[in-house]
């Protein structure tokens, strides 16, 4: 059970880690509750997914939980001054080949909701925004969905931002690197140990590990003997392949107020594809339409998925094969628009998938003192103002039955081929030479 008096050890500071965080302070600020992390929280390059350029801020779902969740955090975004200056309303513009628009309508009217939100046909579209989705990629789409409540967030700074609030208000943050979790001799999780040997002890251990989860459930299942630690397939890692450009003045100033757009697809053609408004640096982003997984032996005869071993995750080392998604990205979006844009940046991110896209928020069944706080599945950071809050309900055992259900360790996991973001590609496929036809 949380309380003041309680320890509690975080592992990952990205928006799960610190969102917990910062809400365990600021309910029993007499707690000790340190944040441990690879990376210096203000480090300039992270392997957390949440640190990024920009992410999309929304609660355009048909699923209603996350429709609810959205809009909570929304209203933290729009009237909290700590959050309210990495928010911007842009609106969003999403093509959807199903019935997705209509469900995101009667969700908002479900929960009495009232939002600038409608469906438009595809004619009607290619005329909003001074046309910037004329040329956009149509085919199979039955109405287009505009939000003009949705947006997106500058998330490396505001993920900083709040890691440093929650210091001043009494956090503790470490900077190492987690080798496994630690047990006493009753299979309680105790705390972790780092890579070098020395052990941090705490109450409460919060994995909010991300990709990296999988790996760390391994290794500390073979150092403790406890096999039932393993993910066993409810956590997968996936990657991602994101790209921008630098426009140019003149380019700027037309795209400069866009809203988010969203390319929508169903589960048999794939994830949907996005591109988000242009940074205060002029730098307009898209995220790819290849989401993979990197299975390799973790120890002798266990092989899972995981982040490549390279201390950044090789994150910047971007394949042309994903060079190549970012150029489909932009096609889908602007076609003859795009054309003579100049790539400036890719990254590859990676996050923690389940087979539903759902969270896991749950006591870990195999341990005592343990708990599972991540699986983002690349739509996580939107849900950052609140997601530390649900935490908490967990770790006091108040979480809705509903949600309790829905993020639980132990859960029916449905089929991920109804799962249009799941992995489907091996990274060993994309990192293969191009070939090119000769004509």
């Known amino acids: 059970m949380a309380s003041s008096k309680s320890s509690y050890l975080i592992v990952g500071a990205g928006v799960f880690g610190v969102s917990t965080a910062y809400h365990l302070i600021k309910k029993y600020p007499d707690a000790s509750v340190t944040l441990i992390d690879r990376d210096a929280y203000d480090a300039d390059s992270r392997v957390a997914a949440s640190w990024d350029w920009n992410k999309v801020v929304r609660a355009d779902y048909d699923d209603i939980a996350y429709c609810k969740l959205g809009l909570e955090a929304q209203d933290v975004f729009r009237s909290d001054p700590l959050w309210k200056p990495y928010f911007h309303e842009t609106g969003i513009f999403w093509t959807c080949r199903s019935e997705y628009a209509q469900e995101v309508i009667d969700n908002y009217e479900k929960l009495g909701r009232k939002a600038d939100l409608f469906a438009v046909s595809v004619d009607e579209a290619k005329k909003m925004y001074g046309g910037l989705f004329d040329d956009a990629d149509y085919s199979g789409v039955k109405e287009v969905l505009i939000n003009r409540t949705s947006g997106w967030a500058a998330a490396g700074d505001c993920l900083q931002a709040i890691t440093r609030e929650s210091l001043r208000l009494g956090v503790k943050y470490v900077t190492a690197e987690v080798a496994s979790l630690q047990f006493d001799a009753s299979g309680r999780c105790s705390g972790v140990k780092k890579r070098g040997g020395e052990v941090l002890t705490a109450a409460h251990v919060i994995l909010c590990t991300g990709a990296f989860t999988p790996k760390l459930l391994e290794l500390s299942a073979q150092s403790s003997g406890l096999n039932g630690l393993r993910a066993d397939g409810r956590i997968v890692a996936g990657g991602i392949t994101t790209g921008m450009t630098t426009l140019d003045d003149k380019t700027h100033a037309k795209f400069v107020d866009m809203p988010v757009g969203v390319q929508g697809y169903s589960a048999e053609i794939g994830p949907f594809i996005g591109s988000l408004p242009p940074t205060k640096d002029k730098e307009l982003k898209w995220w790819g339409q290849t989401i993979f997984t990197n299975t390799r032996e973790v120890l002798p005869g266990r092989s899972i998925s995981m982040p490549p071993p390279e201390p950044d995750y090789a994150q910047w080392k971007v394949p042309p094969k994903l060079k190549e998604d970012i150029d489909h990205a932009n ?109």
């Not at 489907?424 to 293969?432: D, H, I, K, P, Y």
Request: glycine fraction near 8%; proline fraction near 7%.
């Open 331 to 439: 096609q889908v979006f602007y076609g003859r628009k795009g054309e003579g844009w100049k790539m400036d940046k890719y990254r590859i991110c990676w996050d923690a998938f389940t087979t539903s896209a759902d969270f896991i928020i749950s006591p870990h069944s195999a341990s005592n003192g343990l708990y599972i706080a991540t699986c983002g599945n690349f739509h996580g950071w939107k849900f950052f103002p609140v997601i530390g809050k649900y935490v908490i309900q967990m770790l006091e055992g108040s979480l809705d039955p509903s949600l309790e259900g829905k993020w639980a360790w132990d859960r029916e996991r449905p089929d991920p081929k109804f799962n249009p973001d799941w992995p489907r590609t091996e990274m060993r496929e994309v990192l293969e030479p191009v070939r090119t036809s000769k004509l």
